[in-house]
């Protein structure tokens, strides 16, 4: 990817964190959209099924001694890295992993649950306009014997509810991952929240209404207010310094 393009009023971009990072740096200008490092922190404990805290490392590094006593998953809100994969840790791995970052780098943790059926849903105008199931355990080629129409079209239909009902606000352009929770911390088993992610650096799997992602990534990076307004974290602007020259 050549940055320079980025400063087109045409160009649409949908590419990794660090790349967009780069372009950002580059031209200040362009905004990308994102629902934000802490926004599954604030929404409804009924949606996401689990405690949620999302800290910079230095603070969780002096609070991790007395406040972490059993095993969290732990992922960066924002991006993915292989610095710091998102998986369940004990209070010790944490620690040990912690150390490899920057101060001022927010890492989220939550409480370890399971989901067993994913669904990646493109949100416009907080509605859900296309959808693709995703398996993380299974190779792309056997997702669609995997998948089940209508738990997809359940979680769909989930999601819109909760959209509809202006308990969570979301960004114009977003994606919203749904997943059924099997051993949820709050609440029966069902639909939670899994997270967002950009629409401009979010895979597309398989979808059902590509038009409708093509439209979502590109208003994603129209428009965008302050509150909306991507921001990359330390550790990719660090990765984008050799980007943006390019």
Known sequence: ???????????VLWCPGAW????????RNLRLSSAGPRWLDHLPAAVTGREVDTATV???????????TARV???????KHERFEARV??????????DQLPESEPVQLQSPVRFDYEVRCWVLGAKVVAHAVYFPGAPREEWAGLEHPAR???????????????DVTVPDAVVVDAGWCTDPVVGPPGW?????????????????AMDAVVATVAASQLGVSDRWRWRPSP?????????ARR
């Open 1 to 11: 990817m050549d940055t320079a393009a980025a400063s087109g009023a045409d160009t």
């Open 73 to 79: 998953f732990a992922k960066f809100p924002e991006t």
């Open 235 to 243: 550790l990719l602007v660090h990765c984008s310094k050799a980007l």
């Open 192 to 208: 939670r929240i899994v997270e967002a992610n950009a629409a401009w650096s979010a895979d597309w799997y398989i979808p059902d």
């Open 89 to 98: 840790r004990s209070p010790e791995e944490l620690a040990a992993d912690l």
């Open 58 to 68: 230095g603070q969780l590094r002096a609070i991790l001694p007395v406040a972490e």
């Open 20 to 27: 967009a990072a780069a372009a950002v740096s580059r031209h």
């Open 152 to 166: 997809s079209a359940a979680a769909v239909k989930w999601l819109g509810r909760v959209l509809a009902a202006g």
